[in-house]
């Protein structure tokens, strides 16, 4: 169970987030839905600790932790960026290695044989030796999960998912989603695309911008 | 051609200086430009020492002065300028510091370029996957950087062999300076243009080895 309470968070002295809460459950997927600028980002940059929030607290299986700093030797809450951020100078089987043998110190052909399982299970089997460039929005969005999942962490967050893919694509995406929900993962979605949200969710919270 | 099977060893001689001066400047100045640029392009560089003044600061002003004042001042400055306050160097160190602190201003407006115009989501897709910043520079950022440089840094090693000659002023025997001994004396032509020959010859190894190395950049984008 990952909890966040009360998280607040400024900007230039605009208030983007007041006292958020919210929860989710293990094998769970939740759902921030809202218009543009009702700070979604925002809240999805504050979880994953990529900013650091001005008060409010986080849980994970009630223990207490920082999320700015649950990252560093590990990975704790996994991201899968709106752009994807693939590294460009690295093969797809390259960029899922690079932070299990960096960081988890796993030896190459642990972190082989992990990324092999993974690469299987998202149907990307054939595009290990291509680069980014040489692959389609769909392709790219799995090869970052299966990134982001190589790392196994216990929270992997989706920034507006679907925006770069067709509709045929998302509902894929979708599938993948479902899919990895019996891996004790929870799961965070920001996105504007109800569809999706309502195809995924098993919570959809909804954000409006602060008046 | 008997006259240029004898002045080909004092030219050569002074080629292989030419290249000296040129192989050591650039293994120093592009990694101090790599260092430089990294402390233009990072916050930990903001801090002001002694509250007057920041580190960016001091390395911005030094870029300044590197590319604001001539090279032909700079050589001039620590060979015949510096020993007055008692420091001294060797003709050859004397070239090598002057050569490798001026490029080194330019390789780090260089790579500075290069550094910003990674987009910042490459530094937090490493981060949330745990790589800490020394991994990130090393595997994701700087191969990037190279590749956006490596056009850019490919006009000043060209223009590094030909500013090699100006260490004539400090009296070290490079190529020019041979065949500019050679033409005064047997009053000939004919060493200039082997020289021009050597120097052309030098320029065009240097682009295909920049190809080259563009090239093997070419299979990502």
């Known amino acids: ?211 | 051609m008997d006259y240029i099977v004898n002045i080909l060893p004092s030219l050569l001689s002074g080629a292989l200086v030419t290249l000296k001066v040129f192989l050591w400047t650039l293994v120093i100045s592009i990694p101090l430009g790599i260092i430089l640029s990294l402390g233009l392009t990072s916050k930990l560089t903001n801090k002001k020492i002694l509250k007057i003044f920041s580190i960016k600061q001091v390395i911005e002003f030094y870029i300044w002065l590197m590319r604001g004042t001539p090279l032909l001042l700079q050589l001039i400055f620590v060979f015949y300028g510096l020993p007055i306050i008692g420091i001294v160097f060797q003709r050859y160190d004397a070239a090598l510091v002057a050569f490798s602190l001026n490029y080194a201003a330019y390789f780090a407006e260089i790579f500075r370029g290069g550094f910003q115009s990674i987009p910042k989501t490459q530094y937090e897709s490493a981060s949330m996957l745990g790589l800490n910043s020394w991994q990130t520079t090393r595997k994701v950022i700087i191969p990037q950087v190279l590749k956006i440089v490596i056009p850019s840094i490919g006009n000043e090693v060209i223009n590094l062999v030909k500013d090699s000659s100006l260490v004539y002023v400090i009296g070290i025997g490079d190529l020019l300076q041979a065949g500019n001994i050679a033409t005064a004396r047997d009053v000939t032509l004919l060493p200039l243009i082997l020289v021009t020959i050597i120097y052309l010859l030098l320029t065009a190894f240097c682009t295909i080895i920049l190809r080259k190395i563009e090239k093997y950049y070419s299979s990502w984008r």
Request: glycine share 6%; hydrophobic share 40%; charged share 25%.
């Open chain 1, 1 to 211: 169970m990952f909890r966040a309470l009360n998280i607040s968070k400024k900007f230039n002295e605009k208030q983007i987030i007041s006292n958020f809460n919210l929860e989710v459950p293990d094998n769970k997927i939740l759902c921030i839905v809202g218009p543009s600028g009702a700070g979604k980002s925002t809240l999805l940059r504050c979880l994953t600790g990529l900013e650091s929030t001005d008060s409010g607290e986080f849980y994970l299986n009630d223990k207490k932790f920082d999320p700015t700093t649950a990252n560093n030797k590990k990975s704790t809450i996994g991201l899968v960026s709106q752009d994807f951020g693939l590294f460009p100078n690295l093969t797809v089987m390259e960029n899922i290695i690079l932070a299990p043998q960096l960081v988890l110190k796993l030896s190459k052909e642990e972190a082989l044989g992990k990324a092999q399982k993974l690469i299987k299970t998202l149907n990307l089997s054939g595009k290990e030796q291509l680069y980014p460039y040489q692959l389609s929005g769909g392709q790219k969005q799995r090869v970052a999960i299966v990134r982001t999942l190589a790392m196994n962490p216990k929270i992997i967050c989706y920034d507006e998912p679907t925006s770069a893919l067709d509709p045929k694509l998302s509902e894929e995406v979708g599938k993948i989603l479902n899919k990895l929900k019996s891996n004790n993962i929870m799961q965070i979605v920001v996105t504007h695309d109800m569809d999706f949200a309502k195809q995924v969710a098993d919570r959809i919270i909804t954000v409006e911008p602060l008046s």
